[in-house]
């Protein structure tokens, strides 16, 4: 069981370049995230949907977009990379069932330098 | 927001030795969660609390909720060099969405 993937595991791009960050899951979760996690300052959350087709922001979504096409992909997509958005990236998913539901299942993160 | 503190920072104990790392959150909890993260590493799902008073193990490692001091703890017994990592606690927000909110994380090492 593969769980959740994210791809890439590490990418260095230049100021003003676009990439996407990769995140599938097999769990049959309808609940999906994106963290970002900056060195000291714990995760923070970028954007989350709670099905196919449906998107939301999160803290910190400025400089990202996502879309939901399937309930498997969640694709994360850095537009104009900035030197600021030089994080490592998890994606997360969930069962979403019940109200407490917070045991998230993580990929292994994507690691971003932004030069 | 709610924002959640955690203490220490880092910790640096003996193996066999016994630790404790706490949470505490500026808003009420509604649900308090703990997750370990190897070194370059995804996080890894511990225990989740629920209720006031609640308290949980998982192997050598207990949680604690205190609800009215907005407030859980982690203890480590006999410590193992397998302990050693970063430690965050998660609070769940009032929607359904499960969004949570993490701490700073503690960095535990555990030496020989």
């Known amino acids: 069981n593969a769980g959740v993937t994210q791809t890439p595991k590490f990418r260095i791009l230049k100021i003003g370049q676009s990439m996407t960050l990769q995140c599938a899951q097999d769990?049959?979760?309808?609940?999906m995230y994106w963290y970002r996690q900056d060195p000291g300052m714990g995760l923070k959350l970028i954007y989350y949907?709670?099905?196919?087709?449906?998107?939301d922001k999160g803290e910190v979504p400025n400089g990202y977009n996502v879309s939901r096409s399937t309930t498997e992909d969640f694709p994360l997509r850095l537009e104009l990379a900035a030197p600021s958005q030089t994080s490592v990236y998890f994606c997360?998913?969930?069962?979403?069932?019940?109200?407490?539901?917070?045991?998230?299942?993580f990929g292994e993160g994507s690691r971003l330098t932004v030069l | 927001s709610q924002e959640l503190e955690q203490s220490p920072q880092s910790l640096i104990v003996q193996e066999g030795k016994n630790l404790t790392i706490n949470c505490t959150s500026s808003?009420?909890?509604?649900?308090l969660y703990w997750y370990k993260q190897k070194y370059g590493e995804g996080l890894i799902f511990l225990m989740m609390?629920?209720?006031?008073?609640e308290e949980k193990s998982h192997e050598k490692i207990t949680a604690k909720l205190d609800e009215k001091k907005q407030q859980s703890s982690l203890h480590i017994t006999a410590s193992q060099p397998s302990h050693a990592g970063i430690y965050l606690c998660?609070?769940?927000?009032?929607?359904?969405?499960?969004?949570?909110?993490f701490g700073t994380g503690t960095r535990l090492q555990v030496t020989l």
């Open positions: 997360a998913s969930s069962s979403g069932r019940g109200r407490y539901t917070g045991e998230l299942f």
């Open positions: 769990m049959n979760h309808n609940y």
């Open positions: 949907s709670v099905g196919a087709g449906i998107t």
């Open positions: 808003k009420t909890l509604y649900g």
């Open positions: 609390l629920q209720k006031g008073g």
């Open positions: 998660g609070a769940a927000g009032t929607g359904t969405a499960s969004k949570l909110t």
